[in-house]
């Protein structure tokens, strides 16, 4: 199997697309495609472990070079409004 890559950076993601006419024939039980896919995705965990977005890619020989930017940061959590020392409860009953 050979398959020919051209890596590219979408949105902060190296995306790899198939050159036309690459083998994209199944592998010892890899559907076609899959080999792709899986590369693509392991990359872009990678970077999102380490809190990067891609800004370039670059081929060398035997060699694949991805510029980075430390990515921004964003809460998924919503911060807790702050909260009053004093109720709004109106007092008791006596």
Same mark, same amino acid.
């Given at each position: 199997?050979?398959?020919?890559?051209?890596?590219?950076?979408?949105?902060?993601?190296?995306?790899?697309?198939?050159?036309?006419?690459?083998?994209?024939?199944?592998?010892?039980?890899?559907?076609?495609?899959?080999?792709?896919?899986?590369?693509?995705?392991?990359?872009?965990?990678?970077?999102?472990?380490?809190?990067?977005?891609?800004?370039?890619?670059?081929?060398?020989?035997?060699t694949l070079t991805i510029a980075v930017v430390p #990515?921004?940061?964003? #809460?998924?959590?919503?911060?807790?409004?702050?909260? #009053?020392a004093t109720t709004d409860r109106a007092p008791a009953?006596?």
């Open positions: 199997m050979m398959v020919t890559l051209i890596p590219t950076v979408v949105d902060g993601r190296v995306a790899l697309t198939p050159v036309d006419g690459s083998d994209g024939a199944p592998w010892f039980g890899i559907p076609a495609g899959a080999f792709e896919a899986g590369l693509e995705a392991g990359i872009n965990r990678a970077l999102e472990a380490g809190r990067l977005t891609a800004t370039g890619v670059e081929l060398g020989d035997g #990515s921004r940061t964003v #809460s998924r959590t919503p911060t807790p409004a702050p909260r #009053s009953a006596s």
